[in-house]
């Protein structure tokens, strides 16, 4: 099994930047696709980007296309959010969340793929 610790929350004016990170336990973490999600008070939890086993492919939601970027290094078993031109609606909880993927390439869009999530960490954006 895998254990998700997310870090690099906190509280941001809007237009500020934050770059969240994911720390994997284990040795297999080149064996998952890997994803970020989040979720404010009152929704549900949505997708913001993922990215395949060996970073190859990634996605991103189309609304923040151009201001959030996933990447990961397996070497050091990590997987980071930089965001970009924070908006008080990026207000919520993010959370990392890891999927067993035997296709190298493949990128899970989808909650109910994620094997593994981590704790979360807020993030605030104020007016």
């Known amino acids: 099994q895998v254990q998700l610790v997310e870090s690099g929350g906190g509280l941001v004016q809007a237009g500020g930047s934050l770059r969240l990170s994911c720390a994997t336990s284990?040795?297999?973490?080149?064996?998952?696709?890997m994803g970020w999600f989040r979720q404010a008070p009152g929704k549900e939890r949505e997708l913001v980007a993922a990215?395949?086993?060996?970073?190859?492919?990634?996605y991103s939601v189309d609304s923040l296309k151009g201001r959030f970027t996933i990447s990961r290094d397996n070497a050091k078993s990590m997987v980071y959010l930089q965001m970009n031109s924070l908006k008080p609606e990026d207000t919520a909880v993010y959370y990392c969340?890891?999927?067993?993927?035997?296709?190298?390439?493949?990128?899970?869009?989808?909650?109910?793929?994620?094997?593994?999530w981590g704790q979360g960490t807020q993030v605030t954006v104020s007016s």
């Open positions: 284990g040795r297999t973490f080149n064996s998952y696709a």
């Open positions: 990215i395949s086993r060996i970073g190859r492919n990634t």
């Open positions: 969340a890891a999927d067993f993927a035997s296709n190298p390439n493949y990128v899970a869009r989808l909650s109910r793929e994620y094997d593994y």
